[in-house]
């Protein structure tokens, strides 16, 4: 069943996050609890809920047009930073950072991060998060004790 209103914890978070824009320190500010990663993980599931991304979603937009800000605006005045310092050697710096800025926008750079660690579920929040199943993205079993077993 499609959740229709958010619990005043994920309405915390949602303010915190419009705040902060991280979502980690959103879910501490919100009351989630737990150590550095376990935020992390509360504020990404959090951002991955359809209401919840809809509001924020929303909420920059409305900040934005309050600004009078849009895309191509941005991108205007960082390609003008670019003209701007990019040949002048003591200022280049400004002009590659303008540069790399628009780059990642038009998807030109793709950050990859590699994270190291292991997550503890047990059986209960696997069942309540992905369904009963044997078989979770074709990857790991979900044997009865909560461990994943190689395919």
Not at 85 to 97: N, V
Not at 114 to 123: N, Q
Request: aromatic share 6%; net charge neutral.
């Amino acid at each position: 069943m499609a959740q229709t209103k958010l619990s005043p914890k994920q309405e915390r978070f949602v303010q915190e996050f419009l705040v902060c824009l991280n979502s980690a320190e959103a879910a501490r500010r919100a009351g989630y609890s737990g150590d550095a990663h376990a935020l992390a993980v509360t504020g990404s599931r959090n951002l991955q809920i359809p209401k919840i991304a809809t509001i924020v979603r929303k909420k920059q937009d409305e900040f934005a047009a309050g600004l009078d800000l849009n895309v191509q605006y941005v991108l205007h005045r960082l390609k003008g930073a670019v003209d701007q310092y990019i040949d002048i050697p003591e200022h280049a710096q400004h002009g590659l950072r303008a540069l790399e800025d628009i780059a990642k926008y038009l998807g030109m750079f793709v950050e990859k991060r590699e994270i190291v660690g292991e997550v503890k579920l047990s059986r209960v929040e696997i069942v309540k998060d992905y369904g009963d199943t044997q078989v979770i993205d074709g990857i790991a079993k979900v044997v009865e004790d909560g461990n994943s077993t190689p395919n």
